[in-house]
């Protein structure tokens, strides 16, 4: 499955555009949306024989979840910001002519008692018919776009996708040649929840670190429970973890010492645990604008990093792997695959 690199919102340090191609590849073209709590994320692409073909991609960091939490609503500043990035999407996906689309939105607009008037207001300004998934729905997707990266010999594999507002978890189990989801969960807590909840992540001290922890080992731990007595009762150890999305990403770029993001460099690197606890315990002595300096974190994720840092290290005190895979990939793939999988177009060219 070929993939342009991943492009940060406008402004990021390692913001790129992504080549595009200009012409209408054969097979058809499908389009992905995922509007989630922090990000707004299309990617437009075709049939190919490895999987699939990226056309065209779109990323942009919106916050449509900011103060979510303490409000219960969508302001209208977050609002604003997720319409104009829709707007993108829309323009994207009509000079395409792009054949099948799924567009979901997750948590923030799940959460937010204005969520529904939302959904209907992106419609009537953008024309785009989002579909606001359950946890359900959104940890089998992403364990979908995950799976391709699952190492071939591993008995066992602990999926988990670090979001704006949610954390979707999953213990996944050999069938065969496939792997089989045997327990999942989805966290009520991200990136921008957990920031906003301990102070707002710019003066991030390792008191108000520790209490991020605490905060979530409740969580991880349930989670770990079940997954051992759906073993029988051995420790959950996997084979090896696989982590997708930001938190991840950004991880292992800090820890391979990028001068910019590269994700070619990034999408599939192997990561030791103990490596993961070095990041996070250089990333939690730095300031604010020394993080924000950092090539592969920039502004917009400087007060976001460490939230996603403390959710990482609950996850692998919970399911004590060695070794850790890196996907810059997830819920979109999910979906393109599932609908070329529905289409029997995956894996096919014209």
Not at 153 to 160: D, G, K, Y
Request: glycine letters at 10%; proline letters at 4%; aromatic letters at 4%.
């Amino acid at each position: 499955m070929n993939r342009s690199r991943r492009k940060p919102a406008a402004g990021a340090p390692h913001a790129r555009r992504p080549p595009v191609s200009r012409e209408q590849p054969p097979g058809g073209l499908y389009g992905a949306l995922d509007l989630g709590t922090n990000n707004c994320r299309l990617l437009i692409a075709t049939p190919a024989q490895n999987g699939f073909s990226v056309v065209d991609a779109f990323s942009r960091i919106v916050r449509l979840g900011e103060r979510l939490a303490q409000t219960g609503r969508l302001s209208d500043d977050a609002m604003l910001r997720t319409i104009e990035a829709l707007r993108v999407c829309a323009n994207k996906l009509r000079w395409r002519k792009v054949d099948r689309v799924r567009l979901v939105a997750t948590e923030a607009c799940r959460m937010a008692e204005n969520g529904p008037d939302f959904i209907e207001r992106v419609k009537s300004e953008t024309g785009l018919r989002l579909e606001i998934i359950d946890r359900e729905t959104e940890a089998g997707l992403a364990a979908v776009g995950a799976e391709p990266l699952v190492d071939r010999e591993a008995e066992t594999a602990l999926v988990f996708d670090i979001g704006g507002g949610s954390t979707e978890v999953l213990w996944m189990r050999r069938a065969g040649a496939r792997f089989e989801t045997v327990a999942w969960t989805s966290l009520a807590a991200g990136v921008v929840t957990i920031s906003e909840r301990f102070g707002g992540g710019v003066d991030v001290t390792p008191t108000s670190f520790a209490a991020m922890r605490e905060h979530l080992r409740p969580m991880l731990q349930e989670f770990a429970q079940r997954v051992s007595e759906a073993n029988g009762g051995s420790a959950p150890v996997p084979s090896h973890l696989l982590g997708t999305s930001g938190t991840v990403t950004t991880i292992a770029g800090v820890q391979l010492g990028l001068l910019r993001y590269d994700r070619a460099r990034v999408d599939g690197c192997w990561l030791d645990s103990d490596d993961i606890g070095a990041v996070t315990s250089r990333l939690l002595h730095l300031t604010y604008e020394q993080r924000a300096a950092n090539p592969c974190i920039g502004r917009e994720r400087a007060d976001l990093v460490l939230a996603g840092c403390a959710i990482l290290e609950e996850i692998r005190l919970a399911f004590p792997a060695q070794r850790i895979r890196v996907a810059d990939r997830g819920l979109r793939e999910g979906i393109l695959t599932m609908l070329m999988k529905e289409d029997g177009t995956y894996g096919r060219t014209a």
